[in-house]
Each structure stands twice: as C-alpha cells, then as structure tokens.
C-alpha cells in the first residue's frame, strides 16, 4: 500500500464490495467515462442505457464520443429484458445496467439478453450500496460497476464516485485510461466540497438556505458539469481523481455506512407497513432480490397535486425524476438522442409517481403526513 488516502479508500472500498479493484474520481460520470473507455467503447459506438436515467450517465456516454441507445423500463424502473433482445447482434457495444433505487430489476435475465447479443455489461450502483442478488452483492455481476456519492445518494461523501472492476486484466485497462485522461485533484474543488461537508450537517431541515449555499459552492467552482446546447468535449481536467479530504471522508462514511444502511432499511419497513395499513400498494421488489432502497416509490393519479400539498407544509415527497434524462426536458432531450414517445413505460410512470425518503431524517410522524396526502388525493 503506498500509504496515500486515495489508495486506502480504494483497497477499502474494493474489500467492502468484494471485487478485484477499485478507483476512486472526483465524480460518478468521471469514473463511467472511464470505465466505457477501458471496456472498449469508442467514438461511434452504440450504449444501451435506461429510459428513466440521469442525465450524468448519458453525459458521460456522449463525453466517449458514443451514441446512447434508451431502453424502455419494466416495473421494476429497471431496463425490460426485452429491450435488450430486441437490438440487433454486436449493435450495442455496452448496456449500463442501472439498479434503479437499488433495485436490479431481472437480473439472470437481463445479463442473458446481453449474452446473446453480445454486450458488455456495466452495472450503475449509484443506488445501491449493500443491495443483492441470489446472495451476491450487486456490482459483481457485469464487466465493470460505477458509484455516485453526491449528496442524494444513500452512501454520501458530498461528491465522489467509484468505479471497481471484477478482473484484473480490466483493471490494468482502466489504469491506461486514467494515464491518459485523469488528473490529480484540484485544491480549490476539494476545499469547497470541504467546506460543504461541514457546514451543511449544521443547517439541518433548513432546504432554502442549503439550496442557496448549494448554489453558491457551484458558482465558486465554476467550469463543472456540461450543459447539452454546449456539447460534451472532455477537455483537460473533466476527469480528476478523488483528492485527499474526499477519500478520508470517504473512508468515515465506509465504517459508518452498516448503521445507515440499517436504518434505511428499517424505515423502508416503516414505510411499506404504513401503506398496508392506508390500503395502499407495496412497490414490487424480485425475489432473489435483497435491497437498501434509496427511496420507496408511490403510484397516483395526482402527482403535481400531491408534490404541491407537500412542497406547502414542507413534508420530503418529492418527484424524483421529472423526465426519462432527468432533469432535462423539451428541446434538452434531443441533445442527447432522447426521442418523445421511444420510452412509454418510463414517461407514464415519471408522470404517476411520487418518493417518499427512507433516509435517517425520516420519522413516524412525518410518514404518518405523507400518507395522509397521498390518501386524500
């Protein structure tokens, strides 16, 4: 071990998640950009991403110089096997399979359809931490795996992303990539984020200023995520390992996770008896399937009206994704290849659903809230 703080977060992280390596960014797209590159993607080539996805991921595919190709959900808001069946052989060189919530949809199927045509598979664990599958912890099952730790994630190092590999051989690919691509973090990023990560736990409930000090952390760090009137140019320093005050936050919130996790779990219990109680339907989860869910997600036919009750008398619904490439909408979309009406099953289920938080702040008595709008409308 070399000793440096970056290194022991990773061998840490690597041995958390049991997979053969691991390297830490200052930022999950950064780590994808990474991981595509060293699994071979190429400008031109074809990703099969999700239809109900976060802009970060498509970024980074474009920042490759490839095409993302969206794959309409199943019930789960996890890619619909299929989807993937229905491209042609060899067309997609990756399909970026996201546990959405930390769910991982058909798992055994999804990899098959991936098989047969010939796929590369990432997995995108920004959701899931300490979620399984048949046993196996999820990331472990494709070619490569990538982590988001900004701040809405339920393992949170303010910003910061990961991404392992369950080869060696990959894992030399990757450290090519990181030559070639990567630089050492930047002082005055690090400094904000730092500065961040103590402030914002001693504001507590208080959105509207976090949300201002939020705003003012972005400007003062100036060039930062891309906007898609803008193109997607990986220019010098979009890729930046994770710096030392990142990797040693990093590393406080890997011995704190278990307790986390725990907690999130519990509420997620809290949650689903609360809406047996309200005759309410639980959110499928797949058998072989044990998860730490980010959030719990509600079906209703009243979303803005509901999203509006709660936004007035400050309760945490929210709505999650506001479209299939969050948060772009309208003209944004086709900058990013995304065509109105490909992905019907992820429109409708964007327009008839709200979140509830399964996070440490949440309580009996605010649940007990939520639930009584969600019922009355």
């Not at 996201?98 to 769910?103: A, E, F, K, R």
């Not at 891309?226 to 590393?251: H, N, Q, V, W």
Request: charged share 25%; aromatic share 8%; net charge positive.
């Amino acid at each position: 071990m070399s000793g440096s703080p970056r290194k022991e977060y990773e061998e840490a992280f690597s041995r958390y998640v049991g997979v053969s390596g691991a390297r830490a960014f200052g930022l999950g797209r950064q780590a994808l950009v990474i991981l595509l590159k060293a699994v071979g993607v190429n400008a031109g080539d074809k990703v099969g991403v999700c239809g109900f996805t976060c802009f970060s991921v498509v970024e980074a595919v474009k920042v490759c110089g490839a095409i993302p190709v969206y794959l309409d959900v199943d019930k789960y808001l996890c890619i619909e096997p299929r989807e993937i069946l229905r491209q042609e052989v060899n067309s997609l060189k990756v399909v970026v399979l996201q546990h959405t919530l930390g769910l991982p949809g058909r798992l055994d199927q999804l990899l098959s359809a991936c098989r047969k045509i010939g796929a590369k598979v990432v997995e995108d664990c920004a959701h899931c931490l300490d979620c399984f599958w048949k046993g196996e912890p999820l990331g472990k099952f494709g070619d490569g795996a990538i982590y988001s730790f900004e701040w809405g994630k339920p393992y949170s190092t303010g910003q910061g992303g990961m991404l392992t590999v369950n080869s060696n051989k990959l894992l030399e690919q990757v450290g090519q990539q990181i030559e070639k691509s990567a630089l050492p973090a930047s002082t005055k990023l690090e400094f904000i984020l730092e500065c961040e990560r103590r402030v914002f736990p001693l504001l507590g409930c208080r959105s509207k200023l976090k949300s201002y000090l939020r705003y003012m952390c972005n400007k003062l760090r100036g060039k930062g995520t891309f906007k898609p009137e803008k193109g997607f140019d990986c220019y010098r320093g979009y890729i930046r390992l994770a710096g030392k005050m990142t990797s040693r936050e990093g590393l406080k919130q890997l011995e704190n996770w278990p307790r986390l996790m725990q907690l999130r779990r519990e509420n997620t219990r809290m949650i689903e008896e609360h809406l047996s109680k309200a005759g309410l339907t639980l959110w499928p989860k797949p058998d072989e399937a044990d998860v730490t869910m980010l959030k719990y997600p509600v079906r209703t036919p009243h979303r803005s009206r509901i999203l509006e009750q709660a936004r007035k008398q400050k309760l945490p619904i929210i709505g999650y994704f506001g479209s299939p490439v969050h948060p772009l909408c309208g003209g944004e979309l086709a900058k990013v290849d995304y065509k109105i009406g490909s992905c019907q099953k992820a429109e409708d289920m964007i327009k008839h659903h709200v979140y509830l938080p399964t996070g440490p702040l949440l309580t009996e008595q605010s649940l007990e809230n939520m639930l009584r709008i969600i019922c009355d409308n």
